[in-house]
């Protein structure tokens, strides 16, 4: 084990009664690393996050912490800190003495305590707080004091639970930076569990997906998002969704074309016919972001503008090809309107290809160039 | 606007009747206590010749000279006041204690068992009286009769139960997430109690105290019953008014005596009184 390794889990299993709440879950975090667990509600991240800390045992698996097996060590002398989902602050202590409660437990000398809790305070922008008692903060300056009261004791691990869940969506954006620039800073190894998939995407080094106990995917934000491994990963992470289409691949005069019941659509004008062979007649589901379908003239696919969102600086078209709805974005000032009939171009490129039945992605990209 | 006057006009008039209902009879034991001998059987509420003789007899009845056939088997009232008092307090602590690690131990572990709690209701679904005979039978074996340490067993053994119901429910609203962060910070599980558990239910633990005492404060019965020289409050406010005679006025004294100190008591600790019986309320 290297000792860039600061914590790795090594098929671990946890069940409660009958429920599978993590299911053989292995990866390994890096120093200096923020690491995500992305999943839906119930996938089992914080019970991944609760046996690192040692706040529950594993039934089958091991945890080392710095190549130290630990899984039978006590929470309490694991050196690792966890900032909870809710319930955060101690509520009959002021923000000071929540700050100060991991060093005067250890017997700190006072002046010491005194410089560390400042220090801290002052990097969470807490220090005009100091003297409000815990239940009686906002729940953003809640989750500072949770972040500040972990950093102060030095962690060699900072476990955060969707620390930003419960603030509201205006202060969040910030403090996620914050959070970042923090993790930079100090170079702390983190462990972030979040259900937001843009949040995960734009604070991680890497991320892992997780999906009913298991993890089904697991890099960078880039590989999770232009190469997602299956129908799951495609459709969690990305906002709006992957527009998908289902049926069955078939090629005619060298066009790639995908038949539904009722209609075909020519998904591209050139293949590489020797990598699609072996896909042809099989039950797909095809996917392509928002962003990998341009509208333009010389496009394949005809097709009708039903909604026009605007979502921050681009619009979104809603349109209707037969049977089906796609999201395309286009500029926010180019001019279309409702009802309008348009044609669309997909990246051949982008193209995910994901069989029907298991939701495993089969291909990406049908053309070079 | 009529009906509005009427609607307030019966509000004041029941708040009026409810409030004359529970004063009055305090009013009056207030009056009979300052009352002369003679004027203890007239129904003024005002005292014609106010008198502290009544207070004097409490604390030496022979001072007076007076009464001496009926209270010569009466001590001063400082002696079963203070049994009482210690009798009250210990009594509390233990079963505040007690209560307090059982109900941990209930909320956290489910320990011993859902069903196993209700057990300790049992002794609450009976009549107390059911329970007399065996406790004087085995309190006559263990010596314990006319012992204040038989009734501070008997009272903290009899009142657990509230104590496990009342800091159950507390320790319920604290959530485990506070322990394991004081835990993961590297607090030891004894400064988990006491730096973090014990200070967040400390309104549960004043509320069950309080119950608890003034519960202790009060019986009459098994006191009756368990003591003979070595009497409680409660059995001496009794005694004042036998077969022999009746000591009206000195007995309203001594009432309103052993009710002052629950009363302050009461007073000093509304603040955490007040906290406790909101605590589900306020989150965090
Ligand atoms: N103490 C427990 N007892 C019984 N079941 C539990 C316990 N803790 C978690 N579970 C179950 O394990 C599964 C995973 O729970 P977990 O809390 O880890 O999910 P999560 O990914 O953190 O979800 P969320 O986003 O809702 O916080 C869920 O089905 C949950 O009901
Ligand atoms: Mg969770």
Known sequence: ?369 | MLRRILTNALMWLVLIIAVVWTVIPVMWMISLSFKTYGEWRTPSLLPRNPTLDNYIMLFSPQALGIFIAYTAILEPIVGPLSRTLIISATATVIAVMIGFFTAYGASRYNSPGPFTLFFTLLTRMLPPATFVTPIVIYFTTLYLIDNIIGLILLYAATTVTYAIWILKGFIDAIPVEWEEAALLEGASPLQVLFKVIIPIARPGLVVAGLFIFLMAWTELLFALVLTNLNVPLSVQVSKYVTAVGALWGVQAAAALLSSIIPLVIGYLIQRHLITGFTFGLVRG
Do not use: W
Not at chain 1, 140 to 149: C, F, G, K, L, T
Not at chain 1, 166 to 174: F, H
């Open chain 1, 1 to 369: 084990m290297s000792s860039r390794v600061v914590v790795k889990l090594e098929n671990v299993t946890k069940r409660f009664g009958d429920v599978v709440a993590v299911n053989n879950i292995s990866f390994e975090v890096y120093r200096g690393e923020l690491f995500s667990l992305l999943g839906p509600s119930g996938c089992g991240k914080t019970t991944t996050l609760r046996i690192i800390a040692g706040l529950e045992q594993p039934d089958e698996g091991r945890v080392y912490i710095e190549g130290v097996d630990v899984t039978k060590m006590p929470a309490r002398e694991r050196k690792v800190c966890l900032v909870f989902q809710e319930y955060a602050v101690f509520p009959h202590m002021s923000v000071y003495e929540n700050i100060a409660f991991g060093l005067k437990v250890k017997k700190l000398p006072k002046a010491e305590i005194d410089k560390k809790v400042k220090e801290a305070a002052e990097i969470l922008e807490l220090s005009s707080y100091l003297n409000y008692k815990g239940g009686r903060l906002g729940l953003s300056e809640q989750q500072r004091v949770a972040i500040a009261r972990c950093l102060v004791v030095e962690p060699k691990l900072l476990l955060l639970d969707e620390p930003l869940t419960l603030v509201d969506a205006k202060v969040r954006e910030r403090m996620r930076r914050e959070l970042k620039r923090i993790q930079r800073e100090l170079e702390t190894t983190m462990i972030y569990v979040t259900h937001d998939q843009l949040e995960a995407l734009m604070l991680s080094d890497r991320v892992a997906v997780m999906r009913s106990g298991r993890i089904v995917q697991m890099g960078t934000p880039e590989e999770i998002y232009d190469n997602p491994k299956d129908l799951f990963v495609a459709t969690f992470v990305g906002s709006p969704t992957m527009n998908l289409v289902e049926g069955v691949l078939e090629l005619e005069e060298n066009k790639l074309v995908l038949k539904t019941p009722s209609y075909k659509y020519i998904l591209s004008k050139e293949v590489e016919s020797n990598i699609i062979q072996s896909l042809l007649g099989s039950e797909v589901v095809v996917g392509f972001r928002p962003e990998d379908a341009e509208v333009r003239n010389d496009g394949v696919l005809e097709g009708t503008v039903k909604l026009i969102e605007i979502v921050e600086d681009r619009k979104i078209l809603h349109i209707k090809i037969n049977e089906d709805e796609v999201r395309v974005f286009v500029d926010l000032l180019a001019p279309f309107t409702e009802g309008q009939k348009v044609k669309i171009r997909i990246n051949p490129l982008k193209l995910h290809i994901f069989e029907k039945k298991t939701g495993r992605k089969l291909l990406k990209g049908v053309v070079s160039g």
